[in-house]
């Protein structure tokens, strides 16, 4: 993912269009996301996609300013050009991002790279000082990079914030995508019906649709329990 791809999303964010994103808030200013690339009904390939996890950070204006992408054994960060040096993704790393993805993903270090391939020497300087000031110690470095590790001293505690549940709003669109999925289940057993009759293969497919259109109910108990 390019740095013109994390500005995307932070642009996305501050237009309103929350489209193949879902936002936890984490602290007052940071946010745990997870991204698609695109909407379910338009993978072309097979398997299940799973989505990219991201933290987000805003500013006191409630504009999203930052990103940092999770990649697990690497990390990517971007900040807007209009709010770079001032200290958002910095703070946000120190106080809240780094605690997060060492305590809450069961992580004893994390890694970062900073290429000099993809950065100008501008940036890739600023990075390099970013990474230090947070905690980030280089490991080591050749003509195309250079690799900053994180590893903390003491044990780390993070406490989550509490889940907030669904509104009824949010729970009626929830519900409305598992009868989507539920009818385009439905219609693929009409085809296998048509081409091979009621063979038991098929049959499990019409039970599959069943079932999964049964979970709407399932889940608006559960969201009246919670209530």
Known sequence: MTD?????????????????????????????AVVWDLPAGALTTLGIEYPHRF?????????????????????????????RG????????RQTI???????????????TISKELLDSVNFEASGRLAGSVGFVKQGENE??????????NSI????????GLSEEQLQVIQQKINVAANIIARVNTELELAYGQEPEVKSV??????VYSEMFRIEDFWDKKQ
């Open 206 to 211: 019409e039970k599959l649709s069943k079932k």
């Open 4 to 32: 013109q791809s994390l500005e995307n999303l932070i642009r996305q964010l501050n237009s309103g269009n929350q489209e193949n994103i879902i936002l936890k808030q984490l602290t007052d200013n940071v946010y745990l």
């Open 55 to 83: 933290y987000f950070v805003k500013n006191e204006t409630d504009q999203f300013v930052a990103a940092v992408f999770d990649m697990i054994q690497d990390l990517h960060w971007f900040t807007l050009p209009e709010y």
């Open 157 to 164: 505690e993070f406490e989550e914030p509490d889940y907030k």
């Open 86 to 93: 001032k200290g958002y993704l910095s703070g946000a790393l």
């Open 98 to 112: 780094l605690d997060h993805l060492i305590c809450c993903h069961q992580r004893s270090e994390q890694r970062i």
């Open 144 to 153: 195309f990079e250079v690799i900053h590790l994180y590893k903390p001293a």
